[in-house]
């Protein structure tokens, strides 16, 4: 039943990761890696098609090999958390709301910006 609900999650990931391609204030590469997490505990073959796809799989390949993840996609994540998190803020009237709004947005942005680049990591194990 577990990998039952998992390959699902992942399924659902992947939808989100596709309409993340065509909205930008939808980020792709957290539930591309989502999904890839659901579908290695429950449906190697759907793992296997993630991998292997051309667009999704070095993302997904990076991310297990060495925990990071293309320049590219940070500066679109981090792009995308700030657009929402100015669309959000202009929206709420209450300072504190939108002072709360900031900080929480804030911890993703710092997360995204300590994570390796892809290219810097290879770039090093080339030259090792």
């Known amino acids: 039943m577990l990998k039952q609900l998992l390959t699902l999650l ?3 990931f992947v939808g989100l990761a596709f309409v993340g ?3 930008p204030l939808l980020p792709t590469v957290p539930f591309v890696l989502l999904a890839a997490a659901c579908f290695a505990k429950s449906s190697p073959r759907f ?5 292997n796809n051309r667009h999704l799989g070095p993302t997904i390949q990076h991310w ?3 925990r990071s993840i293309p320049k590219q996609a940070k ?3 981090i792009i995308s958390i700030i657009c929402s998190a100015a669309i959000s803020i202009y929206m709420v009237n209450t300072a504190i709301i939108k ?3 900031a900080g929480l947005l804030l911890i993703p ?3 995204i910006l300590r994570l390796p680049n892809a290219e810097s990591v290879v770039d090093t ?3 090792a």
């Not at 793992?47 to 991998?51: A, E, P």
């Open 10 to 12: 992942g399924i659902g």
């Open 125 to 127: 194990h080339k030259n």
């Open 21 to 23: 391609v065509f909205l």
């Open 75 to 77: 500066v679109i994540a």
């Open 64 to 66: 297990q090999s060495n």
């Open 47 to 51: 793992h296997q098609w993630l991998i």
């Open 99 to 101: 002072l709360l709004i």
């Open 109 to 111: 942005v710092f997360i």
